[in-house]
């Protein structure tokens, strides 16, 4: 059982940044994988950035890449998203999850999730 707690959701105009937090539990975050997935109202979950157990592999969805970057802290059992340049088409609930297999993109490959963190990008 991993407990996860994202944070550092709010409300920024459009081209403006954020970034996310998600502070995981126990003392095994070193071997977990972690991901940020996002929901926007009437739509599917949605991949948007995962990065592996040590952080040497990092993989965005095609609509964040160049703007987003996702980074681990191991020592702080936190992984984080920092959002630059958002966009209106941005605004969803954030979430992030946990695999211990490298599935990146599945969500259902993730075990365990946040209660999410909700960012709205006004324009």
């Known amino acids: 059982q991993v407990l996860l707690v994202e944070s550092g959701g709010g409300l920024v105009q459009a081209g403006g940044p954020l970034r996310l937090s998600c502070a995981a539990s126990?003392?095994?975050?070193?071997?977990?994988?972690m991901a940020w997935f996002r929901q926007a109202p009437g739509k599917e979950r949605e991949f948007v950035s995962a990065i592996s157990s040590t952080g040497a592999s990092t993989v965005y969805a095609d609509s964040v890449k160049g703007r987003f970057t996702i980074s681990r802290d191991n020592a702080k059992n936190t992984v984080y998203l920092q959002m630059n340049n958002l966009k209106p088409e941005d605004t969803a609930v954030y979430y992030c999850?946990?695999?211990?297999?490298?599935?990146?993109?599945?969500?259902?490959?993730?075990?365990?999730w946040g209660q999410g963190t909700q960012v709205t990008v006004s324009s």
């Open positions: 126990g003392r095994a975050f070193s071997t977990y994988n």
């Open positions: 999850a946990v695999s211990r297999l490298w599935v990146v993109r599945t969500a259902g490959g993730y075990a365990y």
